[in-house]
């Protein structure tokens, strides 16, 4: 069995408009262990993205307990949390957030900048990497206007990764793209899951969900489902069965 | 984050836009600039009037017959009979920081050469008395000790004198001129000075020996004035102390009695005029102090728009685990960034200006260290005062509303 790196107990998580109280987590309790590649799926509003930034210590929860990699995360302070996302997680959104007019590089270098160990020279070295994992080594110097969206979601994901986090958070990362490049971009992370990367990936596609290791469905605030995916579809297959394009 | 990386960020991020960044730029230059051109106006007419103040005699100390300025009724000056040769004596013999030192009779009358008059006044003094007041002989000699001693009726005359005495361009030396009756040899001529700083005609003089004028002249055995020069301008106020301690002595004064005579010192003279110009150099460095204000509400507003525009930006950097303090910093540096090079443009600008001001309007223009210094402290001040707010704002927003912030 392998090391249980996120362990949830309960969480709530409730807020406040006006004088009504919207629940959007009414007590989630569940644990992953390194290497998983879990899907979060649930129609809008059934409090994805409120797990989500739980599990990125963006936000904290109402009520309940959050261990990440053994760490009791409600315990820490803002500028503590800050600290833990930078060296132990990586965020891809859904509209990539990438600095404008900024080149490939520099926008992976960024979480590097907030870290003091990293010097400039060792911060180039990692993001040269990160971009060559996912396939960008031709495109170090394009700025973010000069890319289309896939590129720019395999930026973010460089971005994701170049500071080796225990754990990639992903909401609706392939929600703005057409489907070859979802498909492609679920190909990078299904190598990244072979590499050993543990991710969570949020989507309302359950055709997605067929690529991931473990499969959970949120409905207004509550897990109606959490199970492993015995058959892993590979993107790969289901790349090259689309159509071609004729370029 | 260290300070290099975030100064590399804030300067991306400026150059990422640099039509706004110079835009907000460009009231602190302009604030800068004025300050400093302002004051270097100021300071430059200050500088001029104390030369021209110098030019009559920096270190002149005058001494007068009267009481002092608190006198109930108080006499003409030279109405007044206190001060005598032996004052004029120990000042010469007793003091220590007196370089040198005339005695003053004056005259008024008409002058008379041939066909032509002319209403002026003569002053007799003694030879020192060129030192003093930083005359000097153009044509011919200034009179003699002898010349003094036995009462010569010989005088030097200033410009305006030999321009109405002598309109057909005549050699003055020589000549004889009358004045009240008696007449008087030329036997020098002064170099032209020209008007004084309060507009008083420096040319229109005629020096005789002081014995001539005491005894031809006025026929008085008192005299009515004492010029006497400090060693140094450092030394002048020790100079006319000494000069009013050894005055009382002289006239036997009571600790109680009040002087019965004035010293003053160019220095006096210098100040208060002085103190007019500085009087207009604190209003124009207000009124361009103002502009600065204003620069600094330009970089308060645009690096507010500039917070919301990036307010994604600022989500996704505390996302990935910059602190409230990282972002704080940033936006700061780049407040600061922004006013520091807008400041060192404004001082080059400014210095351009003033020079300008100089060469092409001829006023006096005087930049002074201290003014560009406070103006680039000031600049830099508003930077951190006016970027304070927005950065604040900026470090206190919430990264999942900033990051999905359309
Ligand atoms: N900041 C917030 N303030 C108030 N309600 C919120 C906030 N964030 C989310 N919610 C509510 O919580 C519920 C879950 O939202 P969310 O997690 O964004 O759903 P999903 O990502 O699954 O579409 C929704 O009803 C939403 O309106
Ligand atoms: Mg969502």
Known sequence: MSKSIIHLENIKRNFQVGDETVHALRGVSFSISEGEFVSIMGTSGSGKSTLLNLLGCLDTPTGGEYFLDDIAVSSMNKNQRSTLRNRKIGFVFQSYNLLAKTTALENVELPLQYNPDYGSKERRIKATEALDAVGLSDRLYHKSNQMSGGQMQRVAIARALVNDPVLVLADEATGNLDTRTAYEIMVLFQELHKKGRTIIFVTHNPELAAFTSRNIVLRDGKIIKDEINEHIESAKKMLDALPKQDD | ?406
């Open chain 2, 1 to 406: 984050m260290n300070i290099g990386n975030l100064i590399k960020i804030s300067l991306r991020a400026l150059s990422n836009n640099k039509m706004r960044a110079f835009l907000t730029m460009l009231g602190i230059i302009i604030g800068v600039a004025s300050v400093i051109t302002m004051l270097a106006i100021g300071q430059g007419s200050k500088k001029s009037i104390q030369a021209q103040i110098s030019e009559m005699g920096s270190n002149m100390i005058m001494i007068q017959p009267g009481a002092g300025m608190m006198g109930g009724v108080r006499q003409s000056s030279s109405d007044m009979q206190s001060l005598k040769l032996e004052d004029y004596y120990s000042i010469l013999n007793k003091t220590k920081y007196i370089a040198a030192c005339s005695p003053s009779v004056n005259s008024s009358g008409q002058f008379i050469c041939g066909g032509n008059n002319y209403p002026s006044s003569i002053s007799g003094v003694n030879p020192e008395y060129l030192g003093i007041r930083k005359l000097t002989v153009d044509q011919g000699n200034i009179f003699t000790r002898q010349q003094v001693a036995s009462s010569a009726k010989v005088c030097l005359v200033g410009k305006t004198i030999i321009k109405n005495l002598f309109p057909n361009g005549d050699n003055p030396l020589g000549k004889v001129i009358r004045f009240n009756k008696i007449p008087f040899t030329i036997i020098g001529t002064l170099k032209e000075k020209g008007y004084n700083s309060m507009g008083m005609d420096q040319d229109n003089i005629v020096l005789a020996p002081y014995t001539t004028i005491q005894k031809r002249v006025l026929a008085i055995t008192y005299i009515q004035g004492i010029f006497a020069s400090a060693l140094s301008e450092d030394v002048t106020t020790k100079a006319t102390s000494e000069i009013e301690t050894l005055l009382r002595e002289n006239h036997k004064l009571k600790t109680t009695d009040q002087n019965d005579f004035n010293v003053r010192s160019q220095q006096e003279l210098s100040n208060m005029l002085t103190s007019t110009t500085d009087m207009m150099t604190i209003l124009l460095a207000c009124i361009a102090g103002i502009s600065l204000l204003v620069g600094g509400i330009g970089i308060m507003n645009i690096m507010y728009v500039s917070v919301t525009e990036r307010t994604r930006e600022i989500g996704l950097r505390m996302s990935i685990g910059a602190k409230g303090s990282d972002i704080l910093s940033q936006f700061l540096i780049e407040a600061i960034l922004i006013s520091f090079t807008g400041g060192i443009i404004g001082i080059l600008i400014g210095m351009g200006a003033s020079f300008l001001i100089k060469f092409g309007i001829k006023w006096p223009i005087s930049i002074q260290p201290y003014s560009v210094f406070l103006s680039f402290l000031v600049c830099t001040i508003t930077g951190v005062f006016f970027g304070w707010y927005p950065a604040k704002k900026a470090s206190e927003l919430d990264p999942i509303e900033a990051i999905r912030y359309e």
